[in-house]
Each structure stands twice: as structure tokens, then as C-alpha cells.
């Protein structure tokens, strides 16, 4: 299943070849130059049985997904999805927009100010407003996942586990859901069939990475240490010292905190009511 | 705007007129089970600009024998309602409760539901999918209320609750029309267990102040206060003792009961007393005033208990009970609200105290459901920070 950017580059001739961006467990990404205009190029590790075989559902439904949402802070699909014989094997590949401003993980190495978490999280909730109104969970916001534009915007990315409330379901309702578990909302590790995956989800996880750009990486239930972390996770019980000692404002600090809840009835009904919240200062 | 609604069921004389007129109704739960089409549309008509809903009632065919004298009247009497309903019939229930609030002109609904005897056996996701699929059916075009019906023992566990709550907020509805089933078969007024009241009043305020929806508290009585003190919209009482608590005895075949002593509801005690005996000494005693501020009800009470009439119980108890409503609901934020009721509670346990001291034979239930009020409002207060 290994796959190198320099196989991409010699099956997309028509292309030229910056860098390697990195992969993750579905996809290699490279960035490319087209026309003078730079952008991501992602193909798909896993082969397909044909350049006619039917595309890999979980993939299919991302690209669906990035193309019906029309939102600045969710990632845009310019091309694709289409197939080409990559290493090899045929391959599906679909064509991103850059966005220049890296990763928020790369930017977690000391607290931000007041006004660029709020930033940051009014973009995340439009984000996510656009994939409720969609009927999609992303269910895996985490640093990794949200790049920023030239003009420093916060984008979402790889709606990769995401979930389609109007679809049926890829996954075994018995088993808990995909998600990457330190960034994961409480309701992610418990049994599928059992709990509500909704646009909450999502509301705890721009909450979490939320509280990490505003303390400069600190994590708000610890999961280096596992004992009791689930518990930690469930209760809601943050530890606001970090907040305290990054001078978070209070009312920053309270929608960060509301956002954590454990139970999603706690955190905000819609999307709506948050960024309502986020207006307040 | 008012916050106390009357829960409408069979006598209702001049008992809602008399609410209206004197600007302390905010809203009438129709029944359909009291009155046919033409009286509940005179009914309806006759708090004209107050908010009126229909209460469906299609719990009743939840609970063994349960029937409802004028429902087939309203087209609905539902005596199929099962847990294991097909979507088509849910469907088809949700149409008939549509049909009767069309016929009545009545906009807003409430969905049809079914009793919970706990909030996670099989009725529950029956009252569920009757709640989607009104949504689903009225597709925005009318504020939908999800109904629902709890055992008050469905109450005792709050992780149930919570668990309940998770998937309840995810419905897009604009109010909750709750109603606790108190299986108690007490004297009136019935006591409440303390972690279940804290846990109702928990369940209230995740669903109006957390989540924002309208909550209406049916079949409440002074609970009803402790209800809008914690964020409810409204809570409805009636002139009956069965409208002022739901039981399933209410809608179970019966060959009738004893006719009940009138009672005299004390605003400054919190109690409703007995009119002979214990209202017609407090309302002689020193603290006269505070129990009773109304001056004609003191002095009727002291001249002549005897000719306190079940009807002057029923007219007075929901006058007094809708000021103190609606006094409380005025009160902002939530936490001045709580304030408020505490310092109610206080006072009124206070006075319960001196005039028992002072040779009033009260019965000792008066004054333990003071305490659990207080002990539920308290612990309430503590788990929610507020």
C-alpha cells in the first residue's frame, strides 16, 4: 500500500512537483505547481480495480461532500475525483486548493492572543454551521486537519471519517466510531449504535483545539495520563489553570468550557447558538 | 406575559374566564378527552389571545385501560398504539392529531407520545420516532412541542436522564411539553422524592436554558413554581386534583371516590389547608395576612369555612398559584429566579413553624413537603453551579 510522491510526480507529468506533503491512512498529498498556481494533489494509496471500478465509498462521499459545501473555511475540491494508473495500479486522485499558511499544529508552541483564538473559532463553527446544514459530521477536527489561507483564515480539512447523517452507515454500529482519539469527543469511543453523533461532536472538537491554540498546546483532559481519562472526558472537567495562566478572558474561557461538555447536552444545541456566543466578545 | 396555563379538563365553568379576566393566564392546554369539537372550540375561543394548545392525550392508550371519554369525537382514540408500531401507523397517528388541531384552529402542536416508564425501555423510542416524524410531517411549517411522559421513578437515575437528553436535543422542535406520571396514590398534595424533583428540574433546565427550547410543565402544581424557577416557560395546573398531578388512575375505569374536603390554598405557606379547621384558624391568626394576602378569602375563611365551596377551592387555588407563577417568571436572570422561590420557601416554612407553635394542628406532610422542595431546589442549585 506504500506509495511516494515521486511515483505521483511520474504519472502526473503535466504537473510540477514542489514537495511532499505527507500521508495519512487513505491518501499521499504532494504539492503541485499548475499554470503557475499552486495546489495539493491527493491520491488514493489503495488501488482500484479498474479505471471504470466504482470509487472507494468512504473516499467517494469526501469529495461529494467538499464539493456540495460551499463554506471559505472548508477545504474546495478544483478537480477530480478521477482515476489514473499511479505506481502501477489504478489510482483515485482529486486536486485542492494550497492554502500557504501550514497547519495549525505546526503553531501550537506557545499561547495565542484573544483575538486569534476567537478568530480561530468563528472560523471553525462556520465550518462546521456549513457541514451541519449539510447533514455532515467531520468527527475528526484536530490540528493536523486545519491549515490556514494567506490571509491567515482557518480551513477545514479531510472530511475523511466524516459522518452523513442522510447516508447509511460505512461503519459496524457496534463498534465505536473512527476518530483519532486525543482529539475524539467522548461519544467517539462509546459503542455507535448507542450514542448521537451530530453537529455537537464537531462543537467539542473546535472547542478542544481551541483551548490548545489559546494555551500554546495544552490539552484539556490530558491524555498522557490515561488513568481516569475517559472520566475526565465524560464529566467535562477541564483544567482551567492553563486558560488562567494564558489570560484567557472569562467569557472566552466560558464558551471554551461549554463547548467541552461532556454530555452532548450541554454543549450548544446548533451551531448557530455558538457562534452567537463567540459574537458576545 | 403570563407564564401560568390552566390545564383544561371536564367542569371548567367560569374558571378559565375568571384567570383570563384577571390577566393571569398565559395559556390553555385543551383537553379532547372533556369536551367535543364545538364546546373545546367555544373553549378555545374563549381565551382568545392567550396561547392554546392541544394536549393529544394518545398516552392514554399507553396505560393499561386506558380510555378517553370524547377522544373518537376528535378521531383520537387510538386504542392500537403499541411499542412496536409500524412507521406507516405512527404516521398515521401523528395525521389524526394534525387533523384535530386543524379542526379546532389551533397552530402550534403537540406531538403524540406515550408513557415512559423509564427513559430507556421500549416506549421510549416509540415517543421518539412520534416526535421526528411530527417534525418531519410539519416540515417548519408550524412550532412543534415533543410531548413526553415520564414516570417520576424514570427520574431517580440521573445518567438516564442525561442519556435521554443526548438524543431529545437533537430533535429540531421549538418546546417540550413534559409531564411526570406520579404513581402515588397519596392524599393530596403528593409528596415528591427530593433526587427525582432535583432531577426533573435538572431536565427542565438543560432543556430551556442549555438548549433553549420552551418547556411547559403540565399537570404541575406548586412543583409548577420550582419548574419556572429553573426555566420553564409555563406550567399548567388545573381545578382538579387530577390536573394538578398526572396518574394513570386519571384515565383507568373507576367507580369513583370520596368527594374531597375543600382546601384553601395559603400563597404564604406554599400549602393548599383544609378550609375548616386549619384555613379558618390561620386565617384568624396573627400571621392572617401572610398566609392569606387576599383580604375577602381571609375573611371568608374565618366567618364561615364551612361555606368554602369546592368551586371557590378550585377558583381561588389557581388564582393564587398562577400570581405566584408569573411573579416568579418575571424574575431574571434564572439564578434570581431560584432566589426568589428559596426565600418563598423559607418564609413560608417559617410561618408553618410559628403557627404550629401557636396550636394550629397542621398535618406534618405540609411541612416535609417544604423541606423536600427546598432539599430538591438546593441540591438543584449545587449540581448546576447556579
Given at each position: 500500500?506504500?506509495?511516494?510522491?515521486?511515483?505521483?510526480?511520474?504519472?502526473?507529468?503535466?504537473?510540477?512537483?514542489?514537495?511532499?506533503?505527507?500521508?495519512?491512512?487513505?491518501?499521499?498529498?504532494?504539492?503541485?505547481?499548475?499554470?503557475?498556481?499552486?495546489?495539493?494533489?491527493?491520491?488514493?494509496?489503495?488501488?482500484?480495480?479498474?479505471?471504470?471500478?466504482?470509487?472507494?465509498?468512504?473516499?467517494?462521499?469526501?469529495i461529494e461532500a467538499m464539493k456540495q459545501v460551499n463554506c471559505e473555511n472548508i477545504a474546495r475540491v478544483l478537480a477530480g475525483p478521477d482515476v489514473r494508473k499511479v505506481?502501477?495500479?489504478?489510482?483515485?486522485?482529486?486536486?485542492?486548493?494550497?492554502?500557504?499558511?501550514?497547519?495549525?499544529?505546526?503553531?501550537?508552541?506557545?499561547?495565542?492572543?484573544?483575538?486569534?483564538?476567537?478568530?480561530?473559532?468563528?472560523?471553525?463553527?462556520?465550518?462546521?454551521?456549513?457541514?451541519?446544514?449539510?447533514?455532515?459530521?467531520?468527527?475528526?477536527?484536530k490540528p493536523e486537519n486545519i491549515v490556514f489561507d494567506e490571509d491567515g483564515k482557518p480551513v477545514l480539512l479531510d472530511l475523511g471519517i466524516a459522518y452523513y447523517k442522510d447516508l447509511s452507515s460505512i461503519t459496524e454500529p457496534f463498534g465505536d466510531s473512527p476518530k483519532t482519539a486525543r482529539w475524539a469527543a467522548p461519544e467517539l469511543f462509546a459503542v455507535r449504535s448507542t450514542v448521537v453523533i451530530d453537529s455537537r461532536t464537531d462543537l467539542f472538537g473546535v472547542g478542544l483545539v481551541c483551548f490548545e491554540a489559546a494555551t500554546g498546546g495544552v490539552h484539556p483532559f490530558n491524555p498522557d495520563e490515561p488513568e481516569h481519562y475517559m472520566e475526565r472526558l465524560n464529566t467535562g472537567h477541564i483544567d482551567t489553570q492553563p486558560l488562567s495562566a494564558a489570560s484567557v478572558p472569562q467569557p472566552?474561557?466560558?464558551?471554551?468550557?461549554?463547548?467541552?461538555?461532556?454530555?452532548?447536552?450541554?454543549?450548544?444545541?446548533?451551531?448557530?447558538a455558538a457562534l452567537t456566543a463567540s459574537e458576545a466578545f | 406575559m403570563a407564564s401560568f396555563w390552566v390545564q383544561h379538563g371536564y367542569g371548567k365553568s367560569d374558571k378559565i374566564t375568571r384567570l383570563y379576566n384577571a390577566g393571569l393566564l398565559g395559556g390553555v392546554l385543551l383537553s379532547p378527552a372533556d369536551e367535543e369539537q364545538p364546546a373545546l372550540q367555544a373553549t378555545r375561543e374563549s381565551a382568545s389571545d392567550v396561547d392554546v394548545l392541544l394536549d393529544p392525550q394518545t398516552y392514554v392508550y399507553s396505560i393499561p385501560g386506558g380510555t378517553a371519554r370524547c377522544h373518537e369525537a376528535h378521531g383520537l382514540d387510538i386504542p392500537n398504539l403499541n411499542w412496536g408500531m409500524p412507521a406507516s401507523e405512527v404516521e398515521a397517528v401523528v395525521q389524526a392529531v394534525i387533523d384535530a388541531n386543524n379542526r379546532l384552529g389551533v397552530t402550534d402542536l403537540i406531538a403524540p407520545t406515550c408513557v415512559q416508564r423509564s427513559l430507556n425501555d421500549v416506549w421510549t423510542s416509540l415517543a421518539l420516532q412520534m416526535a421526528r416524524t411530527t417534525l418531519n410531517v410539519v416540515n417548519g411549517q408550524r412550532r412543534v412541542f415533543v410531548s413526553s411522559v415520564v414516570e417520576e421513578s424514570a427520574l431517580a437515575d440521573w445518567q438516564d436522564v442525561a442519556n435521554w437528553l443526548d438524543v431529545a436535543t437533537g430533535l429540531d422542535a421549538d418546546g417540550f411539553y413534559l409531564i411526570v406520571d406520579r404513581v402515588t396514590q397519596g392524599s393530596y398534595p403528593a409528596m415528591w422524592n427530593p433526587s427525582h424533583l432535583t432531577n426533573l428540574l435538572r431536565l427542565v433546565y438543560s432543556l430551556s436554558q442549555l438548549n433553549e427550547y420552551e418547556v411547559l410543565a403540565g399537570y404541575s402544581d406548586i412543583e409548577g413554581i420550582l419548574q419556572v424557577a429553573a426555566g420553564a416557560s409555563g406550567s399548567a395546573a388545573g381545578w382538579f386534583y387530577s390536573l394538578r398531578a398526572f396518574s394513570d388512575s386519571k384515565w383507568q375505569p373507576s367507580s369513583g371516590g370520596r368527594q374531597a374536603n375543600p382546601r384553601a390554598f395559603s400563597a404564604g405557606l406554599l400549602t393548599p389547608l383544609l378550609a375548616v379547621g386549619e384555613g379558618e384558624q390561620v386565617a384568624r391568626s396573627e400571621l392572617g395576612a401572610d398566609a392569606y394576602p387576599d383580604e375577602a378569602v381571609r375573611t371568608a375563611l374565618s366567618s364561615n369555612p364551612e361555606g368554602w365551596s369546592l368551586v371557590d377551592a378550585a377558583s381561588h387555588h389557581l388564582g393564587a398559584l398562577a400570581m405566584i407563577v408569573n411573579d416568579v417568571a418575571q424574575q431574571s436572570p434564572i439564578s434570581a429566579r431560584l432566589d426568589a422561590v428559596e426565600t418563598q420557601l423559607t418564609d413560608a416554612h417559617g410561618r408553618l413553624g410559628t403557627l404550629e407553635q401557636q396550636g394550629v394542628p397542621f398535618s406534618g406532610a405540609y411541612g416535609q413537603r417544604l423541606e423536600t422542595f427546598r432539599r430538591a431546589l438546593d441540591a438543584f442549585r449545587e449540581l448546576e453551579s447556579i
Open positions: 500500500m506504500s506509495l511516494t510522491c515521486a511515483e505521483i510526480a511520474e504519472a502526473f507529468p503535466e504537473y510540477r512537483f514542489v514537495k511532499d506533503l505527507g500521508d495519512g491512512t487513505f491518501k499521499v498529498a504532494c504539492l503541485i505547481e499548475d499554470d503557475g498556481e499552486q495546489k495539493v494533489l491527493k491520491v488514493s494509496k489503495a488501488a482500484i480495480e479498474g479505471p471504470d471500478a466504482n470509487l472507494p465509498e468512504r473516499l467517494r462521499r469526501e505506481a502501477g495500479e489504478d489510482r483515485v486522485f482529486y486536486i485542492e486548493r494550497f492554502y500557504s499558511g501550514g497547519t495549525l499544529d505546526k503553531r501550537l508552541d506557545s499561547p495565542w492572543a484573544s483575538e486569534e483564538v476567537v478568530a480561530l473559532l468563528r472560523g471553525l463553527l462556520l465550518a462546521v454551521k456549513a457541514l451541519e446544514d449539510a447533514g455532515i459530521v467531520h468527527r475528526d477536527i472566552l474561557a466560558d464558551v471554551l468550557a461549554r463547548l467541552l461538555q461532556g454530555a452532548p447536552n450541554r454543549r450548544y444545541r446548533k451551531v448557530d | -
